[in-house]
């Protein structure tokens, strides 16, 4: 299966559920199989396509190395249950799948989900992402309309103004009214958006984020309400992790160093500590993502390539931070101690069959990220996420204070206006923000050989051009270069002849140091 992301947008599980139908049934490998003294065509077994869709779904980046084999069979049960493929008798709506000689066959027919039809939430501001360089006017200002061009240039010139005029002004001043609350929460949710549009690359966040699942409060609590290490402090306690899974947290994160051998011990002991961490995280109402954001955080999945790195931990981080700070503390808690006992080579094998790092990506997936409704795709779409929040959560949970900066910028730009124009209406403009354009990882390794050839062919002309290269080493570097890059050599000179208008070099002929003439000879006769 290309390693080729599922299209950005609303509904994008959905989409991803029916590129892998689609594919397995193009691409599962058919024969004839003989059971039960009867042979059947075109079909496979239940060993055989978890063999085939366990390598496609680990070589795919949409889903990455960490799918599990029993991951796998959990899809294939999905598949049929939802008639992807059938048994051999044509039975099918069950989950009754194991890894086994049982043989399966595709249905004439192939289900593909519908996609759910668009919320039309017109009331939500109908046009509130669609133009990044939108006008925001105060409300409480006069409605007499004021030129962009005449606002930008006041501002520019603002500075400029003579303290006579600024003396003059101290009395409309005074009588100005200032910003209201419910502006700066708006600006904080459009600043987040522009962002967030402007990283996904979508024409429009309707159907992935609505403005009204933005609470600034969340956002500038997360953001000031923090420890030394960057953890969310919460002021009400109820809120909080009780006592025992934070110190059963603890004692995991910084296993031995932190388990108080005071205390009575007992083989298998961490694996008790580690299974009551898991059953409070399991047993939560919702998953720590929320419900609310599942759409957005499974959009994000599309950015989970190695050269869309960067972007992704900084989608993340404007992402995490629209949580409620109790989510948000527990998320920061949870991938701080798997991150640890991940890397921790002290650390006792918690599972027989299963290492440490699989292990924690595959207990704790479901209560980070999961639909409110079933989805088929949930775990290992979840799977995907923690394994990239587990190995960055050090930079996904760093505050962005860019946002705080773009905010009070914007709030001064007002202010400003304001001051200088106080009886008009102010157009205060949202500044926008430039990201590298997404690529597909085959348009990456294409720029990345691309790059490569550009770096080597100047390589080949610098060799040509040196003038301080005699005839001789210039012909033996570029044989060495012809030798290693033959293509590149190639295109450069075509053919011989080329190459041989190039090294053509008539050499001098020196004159003899001594002349020896031929002499005369003279006859004896007289």
């Known amino acids: 299966m290309e390693s080729r992301p599922a299209a950005p947008g609303p509904y994008r599980a959905t989409k991803l559920w ?69 048994d051999i008798k044509g039975r099918w709506g069950s989950e009754s799948l194991e890894d086994n000689s049982a043989l399966y066959r595709f249905p004439s027919t192939s289900p593909v989900k519908p996609l759910p039809s668009p919320c039309t939430q017109k009331e939500n501001l109908e046009n509130f992402c669609r133009d990044k360089e939108r006008l925001f006017k105060l409300p409480h200002l006069s409605r007499r309309a004021f030129k962009r061009h005449e606002l930008l240039q006041s501002l520019e010139n603002l500075e400029k103004t003579k303290p006579d005029r600024i003396e003059e002004n101290k009395e409309d001043m005074l009588h100005r009214k200032e910003i209201s609350q419910e502006y700066v929460k708006e600006t904080w949710r459009n600043i987040i958006l522009i962002h967030l549009q402007t990283i996904l690359g979508l024409p429009s966040l309707e159907e992935v984020l609505q403005p009204t699942q933005i609470v600034p409060e969340y956002v500038i609590y997360n953001m000031t309400n923090t420890s030394k290490h960057g953890v969310v402090i919460l002021q009400n306690k109820s809120e909080d992790l009780p006592h025992w899974v934070l110190s059963a947290m603890k004692c995991l994160a910084y296993w031995p160093r932190n388990n108080d051998m005071s205390q009575a011990t007992y083989s298998g002991f961490e694996r008790d500590v580690f299974r009551t961490v898991a059953d409070y995280f399991l047993n939560l109402p919702e998953p720590l993502l929320t419900f609310e954001y599942y759409e957005l955080f499974v959009n994000i999945l599309d950015l989970l390539q190695p050269h869309l790195e960067r972007i992704a931990v900084e989608a993340l981080q404007i992402c995490c931070l629209l949580l409620p700070p109790p989510n948000r503390r527990k998320i920061q808690l949870l991938m701080r ?178 002349s020896l003439r031929k002499p005369k000879l003279r006859s004896l006769r007289y």
């Open 18 to 86: 029916n590129e892998i139908t689609k594919y397995f049934r193009a691409g599962m490998p058919l024969r004839k199989h003989r059971q039960h003294f009867k042979r059947h065509g075109s079909c496979f077994t239940a060993s055989e396509a978890v063999d085939w869709l366990h390598e496609v779904l680990r070589s795919n980046s949409n889903f990455g190395p960490e799918v599990t084999r029993q991951q796998t069979i959990q899809l294939l049960r999905k598949f049929l249950k939802n008639h992807v493929i059938e």
């Open 337 to 514: 101690m798997i991150s640890r006992m991940s890397e921790n080579v002290d650390m006792p094998r918690l599972h027989d069959a299963m290492g440490t790092r699989t292990l924690m990506i595959q207990t704790f997936s479901r209560c980070v990220l999961c639909c409110a409704e079933e989805v088929d795709l949930d775990e290992l779409l979840s799977t995907r996420l923690v394994s990239f929040l587990m190995d960055h959560q050090q930079e996904i949970f760093k505050v962005p204070t860019y946002l705080q900066v773009a905010v009070r910028d914007h709030i001064e730009n007002v202010k400003m206006a304001q001051c200088k124009y106080p009886k008009e209406e102010i157009c205060a403009i949202l500044p926008t923000y430039s990201y590298c354009k997404q690529i597909t990882p085959q348009e990456f390794e294409e720029q990345k050989v691309s790059t490569s050839q550009a770096a080597v062919a100047e390589l080949l002309e610098s060799i040509i051009k040196d003038k301080n290269l005699s005839v001789k080493d210039k012909k033996k570097k570029l044989k060495q270069f012809q030798k290693e890059y033959p293509l590149i050599y190639q295109s450069r000179f075509p053919t011989t002849e080329n190459e041989a208008v190039l090294l053509e070099n008539k050499p001098t002929i020196k004159q003899p140091m001594l």
